[in-house]
């Protein structure tokens, strides 16, 4: 049951001066309910070190905490779920790993790949890149907020929308058809992130 | 029954040359009588790993030879390998053995005496101990400990030694005469011009003198 409609995803380097512990612990204490970890410079045992200090503040606060691309890790630390990308392995492989509790979020890009997450059993989806952003620099397509109701129309599991999301964007994006918005600049490089972060909370209340 | 950890370790590599593929290295080997294959992509997508695993362990199943996977958990877990070789920036051994239960073989690896004593404590089923020479597969992979000491590792471990780094033709016999159990090849097999014919000679030493 995916019951939060903000989805922290972090970059420990947009941080500046403060530590992503500090972020994270500021974000949760402020009302998000999932993270996830997606730090992909990261060796395994790096990765696994610092998820499990997140896992301690997310645990905490009882947010979910979700781990980019490594199931093992994800497995190893006991986090609440896996967030795939279109590169990962496919949902269902991921699932026979995961097994049936643990919750799998998974990036697509059309709505093609969204039918076939879907009906492969990932749990929600992360539709983007929808406004320009500096945190996928790679990435240069946007794909615009409209196309946000292609990707939603036939699928019923929650999809966040991703990718240059602030708070005056938010509520575009749920009028398109999105469940939440799936947040990493705003809140990583923000002076106050507990103010960030209401300020996406009175965009996401359903009215 | 624990799958047997063999004595050549082939470990595939793409990154020295990038004349063959991981499955390709794995069907060479195989084919010159490799008895374990260490699947080991540090480069590329989860998807791309799962592919190349996938393929692999079809060709070790139906040679009966052992599938060991490098670094990824996961990989090992979806396409059911034998088990996984840890190194120290790796999940922890503890915690892999935990996932991964008892039938799957988990090799750990260390530079040290200091690194030997916690992976055989960790529960590891073989160690890979190196640099035995200096190599180019691994970055910053330590001082070359030289065919001597692999006798004072073997001496002193409980567990199965591989020795790794740098190894090459002539050094099998000598290495073998320490003790240890087995060797693990990258660069002398998957950059030689004829893989498979490079894993059959070093085989074949192995097999005359050393079985």
Redesign the interface.
Same mark, same amino acid.
């Not at chain 1, 947010?63 to 896996?82: H, K, P, Q, S, Y």
């Not at chain 2, 034998?82 to 690896?109: F, M, N, W």
């Not at chain 2, 916690?118 to 180019?136: L, N, R």
């Given at each position: 049951m995916i019951d939060f409609t903000l989805y922290l995803v972090t970059d420990r380097k947009l941080t500046g001066s403060r530590t992503l512990e500090e972020i994270v612990e500021e974000a949760c204490a402020a009302g998000v309910r999932a993270v996830q970890l997606r730090e992909r410079d990261l060796?395994?045992?790096?990765l696994?070190d610092l998820a499990r200090r997140i896992h301690t503040i997310t645990a905490k606060h009882e947010a979910f905490l979700f781990i980019n691309?490594? %199931?093992?890790?994800a497995?190893?630390v006991g986090v609440e779920g896996v967030h795939l990308?279109e590169?990962?392995?496919?949902v269902a492989?991921a699932r026979? %790993?995961t097994g049936p509790d643990m919750l799998l979020g998974t990036s697509i890009h059309s709505p093609e790949s969204a039918v076939t997450a879907y009906r492969q059993g990932a749990d929600f989806l992360v539709y983007g890149t929808i406004f320009d952003t500096h945190s996928k620099p790679d990435l240069q397509e946007t794909a615009g907020v409209q196309s946000i109701v292609r990707v939603t129309q036939n699928i019923p599991i929650p999809v966040f929308a991703i990718g240059g999301i602030t708070p005056d964007r938010t509520r575009m994006c749920i009028e398109a058809g999105a469940h939440g918005v799936a947040v990493i600049s705003a809140i990583m490089q923000s002076d106050d992130v507990a103010r960030t972060v209401n300020q996406f909370k009175e965009q996401l209340v359903i009215l | 029954m624990k799958p047997k950890i063999g004595k050549l370790h082939v470990l595939t590599d793409t990154i020295l040359q990038s004349k063959y593929t991981h499955p390709d290295l794995g069907r060479m080997a195989i084919d010159g009588g490799a008895d374990t294959i260490q699947f080991r992509q540090k480069k590329g997508t989860l998807l791309e790993m799962y592919r190349n695993a996938e393929e692999i362990v079809k060709l070790c199943r139906d040679a009966d030879v052992t599938m060991i996977v490098d670094d990824r958990i996961d990989i090992a877990f979806a396409v059911d390998a034998d088990g996984v070789h840890l190194g120290q920036s790796d999940i922890p051994l503890t915690i892999a053995r935990k996932l991964l239960g008892e039938k799957k073989i988990i090799g750990g690896s260390a530079t040290d005496f200091d690194e030997l004593q916690k992976v055989i404590e960790d529960g590891a089923d073989y160690v890979g101990f190196g640099p035995v020479f200096g190599t180019m597969s691994k970055e910053n992979p330590g001082k070359p400990k030289g065919i001597q000491f692999m006798k004072r590792v073997a001496e002193r471990s409980s567990i199965p030694v591989v020795a790794i780094g740098g190894i090459k033709l002539e050094h099998v016999d000598d290495l073998f005469r320490t003790g240890i159990h087995g060797i693990a090849v990258i660069s002398a097999i998957c950059c030689s011009d004829d893989p498979e014919t490079a894993t059959r000679d070093f085989m074949k030493i192995i097999k005359d003198k050393h079985s």
């Amino acid at each position: 049951m995916i019951d939060f409609t903000l989805y922290l995803v972090t970059d420990r380097k947009l941080t500046g001066s403060r530590t992503l512990e500090e972020i994270v612990e500021e974000a949760c204490a402020a009302g998000v309910r999932a993270v996830q970890l997606r730090e992909r410079d990261l060796d395994a045992r790096e990765l696994f070190d610092l998820a499990r200090r997140i896992h301690t503040i997310t645990a905490k606060h009882e947010a979910f905490l979700f781990i980019n691309d490594r %199931i093992d890790v994800a497995l190893a630390v006991g986090v609440e779920g896996v967030h795939l990308r279109e590169t990962s392995l496919p949902v269902a492989e991921a699932r026979k %790993i995961t097994g049936p509790d643990m919750l799998l979020g998974t990036s697509i890009h059309s709505p093609e790949s969204a039918v076939t997450a879907y009906r492969q059993g990932a749990d929600f989806l992360v539709y983007g890149t929808i406004f320009d952003t500096h945190s996928k620099p790679d990435l240069q397509e946007t794909a615009g907020v409209q196309s946000i109701v292609r990707v939603t129309q036939n699928i019923p599991i929650p999809v966040f929308a991703i990718g240059g999301i602030t708070p005056d964007r938010t509520r575009m994006c749920i009028e398109a058809g999105a469940h939440g918005v799936a947040v990493i600049s705003a809140i990583m490089q923000s002076d106050d992130v507990a103010r960030t972060v209401n300020q996406f909370k009175e965009q996401l209340v359903i009215l | 029954m624990k799958p047997k950890i063999g004595k050549l370790h082939v470990l595939t590599d793409t990154i020295l040359q990038s004349k063959y593929t991981h499955p390709d290295l794995g069907r060479m080997a195989i084919d010159g009588g490799a008895d374990t294959i260490q699947f080991r992509q540090k480069k590329g997508t989860l998807l791309e790993m799962y592919r190349n695993a996938e393929e692999i362990v079809k060709l070790c199943r139906d040679a009966d030879v052992t599938m060991i996977v490098d670094d990824r958990i996961d990989i090992a877990f979806a396409v059911d390998a034998d088990g996984v070789h840890l190194g120290q920036s790796d999940i922890p051994l503890t915690i892999a053995r935990k996932l991964l239960g008892e039938k799957k073989i988990i090799g750990g690896s260390a530079t040290d005496f200091d690194e030997l004593q916690k992976v055989i404590e960790d529960g590891a089923d073989y160690v890979g101990f190196g640099p035995v020479f200096g190599t180019m597969s691994k970055e910053n992979p330590g001082k070359p400990k030289g065919i001597q000491f692999m006798k004072r590792v073997a001496e002193r471990s409980s567990i199965p030694v591989v020795a790794i780094g740098g190894i090459k033709l002539e050094h099998v016999d000598d290495l073998f005469r320490t003790g240890i159990h087995g060797i693990a090849v990258i660069s002398a097999i998957c950059c030689s011009d004829d893989p498979e014919t490079a894993t059959r000679d070093f085989m074949k030493i192995i097999k005359d003198k050393h079985s």
